[in-house]
């Protein structure tokens, strides 16, 4: 499977990518991924517009918003399970800038996915959604990583 991230804006914070940069690699040996980064735009509706371009018809699509559901570890896992049984060949996960997602792509989605009810920087999302995806290819290969 190939897991594609779709972030808006850079990720300025030398931890933060290199927080990033660990996990993408951790992750290379249980699924492809990728990071797309747009530029942050005027309105979060162009945001959302250049998100969208780079989401395919049969993507399935994960997008983070606050009023999303809130998964267990486990639960991510389940989810990450029936997208790679559901026979799409890619996830993608939509990352908002600072102003959130526009409401095309939170519709668009398949599952709208809230981190917390706390507030987080969006660079700091993107290391925790890499983070949790790790411990959930390890949960699903039953591997003890998420104890």
Known sequence: MHVFIIAVD????????EGCALYVERLRPLVTVTVQEVKPAATVVAEGQ?????VRVDDTLWALDQRGRMLSSTQVAAALKK???SGRRRLAIAIG???GLADPVLERAD???????????????RLIVLEQLY???KI???????K
């Not at 250049?50 to 780079?54: A, E, G, K």
């Open 111 to 125: 599952l709208t996915w809230s981190l917390s009810h706390l507030t987080f920087l969006h660079e700091m999302a």
């Open 83 to 85: 997208v790679e049984n």
């Open 140 to 146: 699903n290969r039953g591997e003890p990583y998420h």
């Open 97 to 99: 800038g600072a102003r």
């Open 50 to 54: 250049s998100l969208l371009r780079s």
């Open 10 to 17: 850079k990720l300025r914070e030398p931890y933060i990518r």
């Open 135 to 137: 411990r959930a290819s």
